[in-house]
């Protein structure tokens, strides 16, 4: 009993060190049920209002810049719990969460502005369909690119080095194989997020090294099979 009390004060003290990334987890888990019970159609109705298109931006900017970033396309809440996981909440850990909502608001909302200013401008110049001001942008992924993209400097050297060359591959991949404006929203925010270097800054609490975690790993795993 006391191992499973043991086990969840240390489960809550981890959440309580992260709690802007598990209070976006938590709505995004309710809205992503709320989603699962929706009709096609009116789910489809439902995310069109709330997405940053054209449209929507022109009538309602605050209200889509922000709802959007609630709610997901597909109920996918796993894949996301895992991400926030991997990504946002170290970041919060190490910057806290007033320097971890500047950057995610950053990204979400900068990524937001490029992506379909572009989009404006192609339009205008008859080089896209007028269509394309009603294309549903929803998600989190914007200002979870922005956290991938400012943990590069809460990594220890030399490994900041291989995850920013191997981020940054992959941001550049996906857009190069988009067919859409989403994955130059992608590759926006990640860069927001390597551009927010001043707000880690004169962080106290430890950098990341992967090495130091794997050798920790081996020990653990070697004194449980001793």
Not at 125 to 135: I, K, P, V
């Amino acid at each position: 009993m006391k191992r499973v009390a043991g086990l969840a004060h240390r489960a809550w003290g981890y959440v309580c060190a992260a709690p802007g990334t598990y209070v976006w987890l938590f709505v995004l888990g309710l809205n992503t049920l709320a989603l699962t019970r929706m009709s096609p159609r009116y789910k489809h109705w439902w995310l069109a209002t709330h997405s940053t298109n054209l449209v929507e931006l022109a009538h309602h900017p605050v209200k889509v810049l922000i709802s959007s970033a609630f709610w997901t396309e597909t109920p996918s809440f796993f894949f996301w719990f895992v991400l926030f996981n991997i990504f946002l909440v170290p970041v919060e850990r190490r910057l806290g969460t007033g320097r971890w909502l500047a950057v995610v608001a950053l990204a979400h909302v900068g990524a937001t502005l490029i992506s379909e200013g572009t989009v404006r401008l192609l339009i205008d110049a008859g080089l896209d369909s007028r269509s394309e001001a009603f294309t549903l942008d929803i998600g989190v992924s914007y200002g979870l690119s922005g956290g991938v993209g400012v943990l590069v400097w809460l990594i220890a050297r030399p490994w900041r080095w291989w995850y920013l060359g191997g981020t940054a591959v992959f941001y550049l991949l996906l857009l190069a194989a988009g067919t859409d404006y989403t994955n130059l929203g992608h590759l926006c925010a990640y860069l927001i997020g390597v551009g927010c270097y001043p707000l880690t800054r004169g962080r106290a609490r430890g950098q990341l090294d992967p090495g130091k975690i794997w050798s920790d790993v081996r020990q653990r795993v070697g004194k449980t099979q001793g």
